[in-house]
């Protein structure tokens, strides 16, 4: 059976847990086990940076054996945190790679490499040498068309190409909609048929559409 490790760090983190990244990292590990728990040995990766979250995600993914969740401790590297600290970033980068590499996944998925400029997120992509097939989420490239307004700042600028540098190393990209896949492939040179489309959907429990709501809107 396949081994596929997800990482849970865009639920946990304040930038994107309770946001869309977040929602979708949720929502698309919970339908991946819905459909593939048969095909699939299905593996969640938890930063320990983030106590508070960790059972409480636990208690979303009861249907995942509790051997399966693993925590990467980032030890006191929380407490000192800095996006300028680069050394001590990529150590722990290289950590969580042979952390990893020690699941023996098949597969590792990231919905979101993009955390960690102000809080203790790590996320990178084949800083080791591995066999595991990395899988990336890389919503869009807004930054690229709006550079002024969100990568003037030096600092933040190294950190965000870095982390699509990253994202085209991956051997397979997602992306949210065929516009997003041509900024990809028109502002990285990324190769088109490592980019595949993956249509958002919609959470049923939570939006609705029925007769009432519509005739309401016409009004």
Same mark, same amino acid.
């Given at each position: ?65 509790? *051997? ?9 590297? !929380?407490? @000192?945190?800095?996006? $300028? +600290?680069?050394?001590?970033? %990529? ?19 990231s919905t979101n490499l993009q955390e960690g400029f102000s809080e203790p ?23 690229f068309h709006y550079m002024d307004d969100y990568l003037s700042n030096p ?15 991956? *051997? ?9 896949? !041509?900024? @990809?492939?028109?502002? $990285? +040179?990324?190769?088109?048929? %490592? ?25």
């Open positions: 059976m396949i081994k596929i490790l997800f990482d849970l760090q865009p639920l946990q983190s304040n930038a994107s847990g309770q946001r869309g990244v977040g929602r979708y990292t949720q929502n698309l590990i919970k339908n991946f086990i819905d459909i593939f728990s048969n095909e699939y040995e299905i593996h969640l990766l938890l930063n320990n940076a983030f106590p508070d979250s960790v059972e409480l995600i636990k208690n979303q993914f009861t249907m995942i054996n509790d *051997d399966k969740f693993h925590l990467f401790n980032t030890n006191a590297f !929380d407490t @000192i945190y800095s996006v $300028t +600290n680069k050394d001590l970033i %990529k150590a722990y980068e290289i950590l969580k790679e042979i952390f990893i590499s020690s699941i023996n996944p098949d597969i590792f998925v997120c790590i996320s990178s992509v084949k800083c080791t040498q591995s066999n595991i097939f990395y899988i990336t989420t890389l919503h869009d490239l807004v930054p600092v933040v600028n190294e950190w965000y190409k870095n982390k699509i540098d990253y994202a085209l190393k991956s *051997d397979l990209i997602l992306t949210d909609s065929v516009s997003s896949k !041509d900024d @990809i492939i028109k502002f $990285t +040179n990324a190769e088109p048929d %490592k980019v595949e489309v993956v249509d958002l959907g919609f959470d049923n429990s939570g939006f609705s559409i029925n007769d009432s709501n519509i005739n309401e809107r016409a009004v």
